[in-house]
């Protein structure tokens, strides 16, 4: 069986697909991305590769499942539909995911902190793109005669840095990043420290957080 993760990003959600097909690619534009990806994904059934959601790496109905997580609002859904059916197998699986990421903070101290800086770096995202996003894939045209639209909730638990790697998987980190002119680590360390500007301590680090999640199908 073949998966295709499309949009993968530093391979965040390609790696929770492992094992449950025989080959699974994850597909990126960002060479970065695929970069880290390759560097801390490593397992015989996964290869990254860059390229677009309008050319797949795959021949005719020869792909099981399409994933898209956290990447389908900077697509064109039109040109992404119709290279997604030219691949997938007669009855395979498109699924379009959506996650309210980082979701909603139980601690109400970095809840208020987290919605500052979520202020701060949706200067840097694309406009449109983050509309569709907050409309809940709202209208999302899929060619497809058969669709189910799916929502659950789950809770995790996040430390500060793994808020902050989070944040560093956004398109809105590339954007700031390179209108800063700044590297991953400088941009990194920028995000750190407005964080701090915002009230997070240095015991606020060490604790770990509890989040609430949605997630759309």
């Not at 990421?101 to 208020?112: E, H, L, Q, Y």
């Not at 009230?199 to 060490?206: F, P, Q, S, T």
């Amino acid at each position: 069986s073949l998966w295709i993760d499309v949009g993968c990003g530093p391979g965040t959600s390609t790696k929770k697909f492992i094992g449950h097909a025989d080959k699974i690619i994850g597909v990126d534009v960002s060479e970065s991305q695929i970069k880290v990806a390759k560097e801390t994904i490593i397992h015989p059934s996964v290869s990254f590769v860059r390229g677009s959601y309008e050319s797949l790496p795959a021949c005719n109905e020869t792909v099981d499942i399409i994933t898209a997580v956290q990447a389908a609002h900077y697509f064109d859904m039109a040109v992404f539909s119709k290279e997604a059916k030219r691949v997938l197998k007669p009855g395979g699986i498109l699924a379009v995911i959506r996650i309210d990421s980082p979701g909603v903070c139980t601690s109400p101290k970095f809840r208020d902190i987290l919605q500052e800086f979520d202020k701060y770096i949706c200067q840097f995202a694309d406009s449109k793109s983050y509309r569709f996003w907050q409309s809940g894939y709202k209208g999302l045209p899929l060619p497809f005669t058969e669709q189910h639209r799916l929502v659950f909730r789950e809770s995790y638990k996040r430390t500060f840095d793994d808020i902050i790697n989070l944040f560093t998987t956004y398109s809105h980190f590339e954007n700031f990043r390179k209108e800063k002119e700044l590297s991953v680590d400088e941009a990194r360390a920028v995000f750190v420290n407005r964080f701090e500007e915002l009230g997070i301590g240095e015991e606020d680090k060490k604790e770990v957080f509890s989040f609430d999640v949605d997630t759309l199908i």
